[in-house]
């Protein structure tokens, strides 16, 4: 029995089964459908095996990490499906040492654990200890302590004054951004946003240089985090693949090459579209965007509209008033127990995943990639395959708590009660597969990076326990399916 009724088209899994030919990888349309074509909520794209014996497909293009042959512990390699169908370009990455270990309190941690020190979260991994940011109060705070308590990173006053650090992102204050690690010459004052990365590019004479802002999660001081790309001036842009992009008048262009070729300034990535709006938004990441557009198609979700003009502390320490000027959007009405993002103010409806990651494996990953930084944006397109109700997407962003923050959102204005399920369950696989080491995750670079998560969900205030067994069931299918074809 179900309290859903007949409403089986508020929730699919278009590709659960496979609804492509052999070879080809079922994925979640999530790009819509031109005019004239038969518009299916699929897409059929050329893959490549993970070995013959294996029925595990990965699409063209992608990098992959497999164990090497002599199936030594920790030692792995890093393949790229072909356009043969196989994997090419295979490079040895350095060994894993799983049998290094961390020292916590006296305590020994084996790689691959992870546990609380005071109110963070850690991980070990390869000896490393990895832990979030966030400033505790333990049964041992003095009053001053309690009372001058802010919730933020090294107890950093409550001031919203961004500073734009070499990494890509903006945080809140100079003092949260040097509480994460950055020395007062890797970060100016001002929003990221407002800088133009092309007045001091590098790029030559012979090139144009096109901004493409990016928050790095490698090292910056062993790789450049530009946030500009060279192209050739005398490239025939239209010649180029299409990514339609909008500009400030509201105009498509086929890519950003021939935006800025023309001299327009980028709006948005995608194309144009009437809803976007023109009033400024914040996003959870403390950046301002020019509309709704902007932010999402930055994978950015919308924590209030207007300009950015507070830093949201820690949703148990809400007496401070930074956010009391903040002007929230009303959530569902079918009701749900939001979840509040670190450095938000305002809640919303949604899975949650706090994601820690070892930089040193990001770093060996951006090194067999010719020095390749990587990206959020990179993480997050990764994770968005592994999502497969199209009802639900992915945004994120790297938090000021040291962590990466993954939201999975209902796509819908007004999302029903069994969609928000969905999306929390989205969430609790993805935080099951992160936490097991799953291969049908961590095969992908760079997931294999993450070494743990926590996840919050917005649950609903249906209190059936049809649906605690419904998503339950569809979480534990969804499981067997991502690994049966590792077996």
């Known amino acids: 029995p179900s309290p859903f009724h007949s409403t089986v088209a508020e929730v699919i899994h278009p590709c659960n089964p496979n609804a492509c030919p052999n070879n080809y990888v079922c994925e979640v349309n999530r790009k819509g459908c031109q005019a004239g074509q038969d518009c299916l909520p699929y897409l059929c794209v050329p893959g490549c095996k993970l070995g013959e014996a294996s029925d595990f497909l990965v699409r063209q293009g992608t990098v992959i990490q497999l164990p090497v042959t002599s199936g030594e512990m920790g030692c792995y390699r890093v393949c790229t499906c072909g356009p043969s169908g196989r994997l090419e370009n295979c490079l040895e990455m350095p060994c894993i040492d799983v049998q290094k270990t961390c020292i916590v309190g006296g305590q020994r941690k084996s790689h691959g654990t992870s546990f609380k020190v005071d109110c963070n979260t850690c991980s070990c991994f390869a000896g490393a200890l990895i832990c979030s940011n966030r400033q505790c109060l333990t049964e041992y705070s003095s009053l001053m302590d309690r009372t001058m308590f802010t919730g933020l990173p090294c107890n950093c006053a409550d001031q919203f004054v961004p500073v734009c650090a070499h990494n890509g992102r903006t945080y809140p204050s100079a003092c949260i951004a040097r509480c994460v690690g950055l020395q007062d010459s890797q970060f100016e004052f001002g929003s990221c946003a407002s800088k133009d990365p092309c007045i001091s590019h590098r790029c030559s004479k012979s090139q144009r240089c096109i901004p493409k802002p990016k928050v790095c999660l490698t090292s910056i001081d062993l790789f450049e985090c530009d946030q500009y790309e060279c192209i ?51 996003g959870h990441n403390g950046e301002t965007y020019d509309n709704v557009c902007a932010a999402y198609s930055d994978r950015v979700a919308v924590d209030y509209i207007g300009p950015c003009q507070a830093v949201g502390i820690r949703p148990e320490y809400n007496s401070h008033p930074e956010c009391s000027n903040v002007i929230c959007s009303p959530l569902p009405s079918n009701g749900c127990k939001p979840v509040t993002p670190p450095g938000a103010c305002c809640p919303l409806c949604a899975g949650m ?135």
């Open 232 to 282: 050739s001036k005398s490239v025939n842009c239209e010649l180029l693949p299409v990514e339609p992009v909008c500009d400030t008048e509201n105009t498509e262009h086929s890519n950003r090459c021939a935006l800025y070729q023309r001299s327009k300034s980028l709006s948005y990535m995608g194309p144009c579209q009437d809803m976007c709006g023109k009033q400024p938004v914040c």
């Open 353 to 487: 995943l706090r994601v820690l990651w070892s930089k040193d494996q990001l770093d060996s990953l951006a090194k067999l990639n010719g020095g390749r930084p990587v990206s959020v944006h990179d993480i997050l397109y990764t994770l968005r395959i592994h999502v497969s109700v199209p009802q639900c997407d992915v945004f994120g962003y790297l938090s000021i708590e040291s962590d990466l923050v993954i939201l999975i959102i209902p796509v819908d204005q007004g999302p029903t009660t069994l969609q928000i399920e969905a999306c929390n369950k989205e969430a609790e696989k993805i935080d099951s597969l992160i936490q097991s080491a799953s291969p049908a995750l961590m095969a992908h670079v760079p997931l294999s990076a993450l070494t743990t998560s926590q996840v919050q969900v917005s649950s609903t205030h249906s209190s059936d326990s049809a649906v605690t067994i419904l998503s339950s069931a569809a979480l534990l299918l969804n499981l067997i399916v991502a690994l049966s074809g590792l077996l």
